[in-house]
């Protein structure tokens, strides 16, 4: 089993800047592809951002491009996710995500973090 732990959520005007932690425990290996999701009130959940267990290869939403990096430290069995430019429209519970390479869903998830973005 891996647990994971987010942090960094808050409160943030338009245009600002918040930086997400997430910190795997448990099973943790760095082979596994870790990344974001998140859901905002009424909306179902969307993926937001994936990453290899290189930190090679990254992928994001369309709606995140060029305003949102991903990174992890596998030292620290941490990943994280930049949001810069902020939007009232990134207001969402952002969950952090793990899965082995070899697994196409996502079988961990960790609690989430409030975001919200006014304008």
């Known amino acids: 089993q891996v647990q994971l732990a987010e942090s960094g959520g808050g409160l943030v005007q338009a245009g600002g800047s918040l930086r997400l932690s997430c910190a795997a425990s448990g099973r943790t290996s760095s082979f596994y592809v870790m990344g974001w999701f998140r859901q905002a009130p009424g909306k179902e959940r969307e993926f937001v951002s994936r990453i290899s267990w290189s930190g090679g290869t990254t992928y994001y939403a369309d709606s995140v491009k060029g305003r949102f990096t991903i990174s992890r430290d596998n030292a620290k069995n941490t990943v994280y996710l930049q949001m810069n430019s902020l939007k009232p429209e990134d207001t969402a519970v952002y969950y952090c995500?793990?899965?082995?390479?070899?697994?196409?869903?996502?079988?961990?998830w960790g609690q989430g973090t409030q975001v919200t973005v006014s304008s």
């Open positions: 995500v793990a899965r082995p390479q070899s697994v196409s869903g996502y079988p961990y």
